[in-house]
């Protein structure tokens, strides 16, 4: 194999064509890259279905002595491409007040996002995933529970005496401030 | 000129061969140099059968599953294909952390090494990356909720969390997009970094050459052929051990499908991970960013100075040190993550039902009618088997049992206070109602209004008075009434005792029995009681759930029994659920033999 000769050393005076080869360079980079980047920053701007009521249950399916029962929550589900209504998108606790109201809550975890029990024996709920108790009301029972804010509750209302229509939503897992997502 | 003179001097693959056979080992051929040859074993291996896996895969939250479900049990081999590739990540992380051990205890980590070091964490990182992403790909319950708590941790990142988040899910909500995201970072930018990184760990390397193992015991020595004697043989028995565990567990586990709305019990991270699963419970409400992201990046950039800590003094022993607490705690906490599930009662009960599920859609998916194209969720959605004990437990178990607990094993509050409803309108069933000394037992009538009624009335002083003519009548009648039902388990003893039923069938109506007096059957009798005409039939066990006080059945007498379908407190889809599931209706697959 011959050696390569050394390439002569650059003159002060090419700047010019250095200064073309970098920026039509950077150019030919530029465009493809930013095309991907806005198409994989796209999700940013997806909202989250829904935040309007739905109906939940029927009030006589809500146990009469305030036990909390669970349900789930038929909405449309919008998946991208996808739109498929009256499909489950989450779950409440439906409880009995004595007002003759409902409580809702959002049976998804404050901490991160593992859906509680209902344990019957202890009468309280626990999720499974790192520990956090909480009381009938939502209530964080034990103050060692990493969850850092109560079970969400949900907006309830009692459509002509019979039916339970909640708005559900989720919020943001991990924070004391109960925000939307 | 010779052919191989030819190529040698056209490519000059005699000097790279060189290069890479007979780098300089000091010290002889050692078997502890060979993790690293081992780790780019498995990088390799895992190339291989991920792209074979990658022929069959689709990504999306109505085909992920269902195509991991056919690579596993219809395709040639799939299922050892797929068990390669989940336990040699398995491999890969355990001999990440040796790799790690034995250059830090060499001390292979100190400069002029430093970029060789920095690149390796960076590959133990990219490693576990791998791993976290490719957890998610089978969309099954477990991959989804553990990604679910994954991705939700990633949201307390300070400042920028919640839109790292939603970059990382592809949107507001888990779905098609989570996976085709996961996917292009499990197989295309991951791996391509690592091949980036592999090149520059082992350019560096080679730069520097190998860190000896003092005191040396041998002559330096090539590379070949001893020390890649060594390799080859720690290599294979990495695939011993490996494929050792696929078959023994034969392949890879398979949950059922992801459901948004099954809430998961079970969820765990995969083994490696448990530790920082662990560590999470530690940090009451709000302080979780500290457990989560804190602490453990602290540790990292910590492990990242160990070549700038090893020039001070002791140095290199704070880092020997560290390291070893970094993992005994590691251990210590997966060690108590596990402790804590297996003294936990609810747990194993959780265990259970997910692989009872991930069970049952497998035999829905080889069913004749396989799995439609909405996903093979919908088959457990609609399947009675595994539906029907949830409804029970949520609709009927406050006050009804099914062989005394409430559908799904538990016990609830209150004691029962209706009829046990297992093996509902069966012969057996039926002969414990008419049996004088069960009649008015918690497990018929017992907790219920009735306990004082006609019915029970009937059984303990006329059916009690019976002699060996009217038992044997009683039986017939029994017969008759529990055809009616048309239950599955019975379709052979109906068939077989024909004659006997319709001997029975007048019996019902007879002056005897006269069960008539009280109850409609087939147009005659007196609409007292329940009409027995289809007696737990479906038709009929539908129309009784869904009104219960309509004169067919208690009428103005009903006790308690809700309503269901007339106050809407079910739909029609789920008491078709529970009926079907109370009369033993769902799928079963044939035999083994004649598949
Ligand atoms: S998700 Fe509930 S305690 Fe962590």
Redesign the pocket.
Known sequence: MEPHPPPPAPARRNFLAQAAAAVIGAITLVIPAASGLLVLLDPLRRKPAGGGAVFVANLAAVPAGGEPRKFPVLATRVDAWNRTPDVPVGAVYLQRLPDGGVRALNVA??????F?DYKAARDNFH??????SFALDGRVLDPK???PRPLDSLETEVRGGTEVWVRFRNFR?GVHEKIPV | MKPLDWLDQRTGYRKLAHEVLFENVPGGARWRYVWGSTLVFCFVLQVITGIALWFAYSPSSQTAWESVYYIQHEMWGGWFLRGLHHYTAQAMTVLLAVHLMQVVIDGAYKAPREFNFWSGIFLLCLTLGLSLTGYLLPWDQKGYWATR?AT?ILAITPFVGPELQQLVVGGADYGHHTLTRFFALHAGVIPGAIILFIVAHIYFFRRHGLTPKEPRRRPDAAFWPDQVLRDAVACLAVLAVVVFLVVRNRGAELGAPADPSEPFPAARPEWYFLFLFEF??YFPGGTEVWGAIVIPGLLMALLAAMPFIGNWRLGHRFNVAFLWIVLAGSGWLTWLALAEDRANPDHAIAVAAAQREAQRVVELARSPAGIPATGAVTLLRQDPLTQGPKLFARHCASCHRFDGHDGLGGQPKDAASAADLKGFASREWLAGLLDPARVATPHYFGGTKFKNGKMVKYVREDVAEYGPEDRKLLEFTIAALSAEAGLKAQRDIDRRDEALIVQGREALVGPRMNCADCHVFRGTGDAVGPELTGYGSREWLVAFIGNAAHPRFYGERNDRMPLFGEDKVITPGELGLIVDWLRGEWFVPPPAATR
């Open positions: 975890c404050p901490h991160a996002g593992c509680v999720c499974p995933c790192h520990n956090s529970s990493p969850s897992a | 708590v939700n999470l419970k």
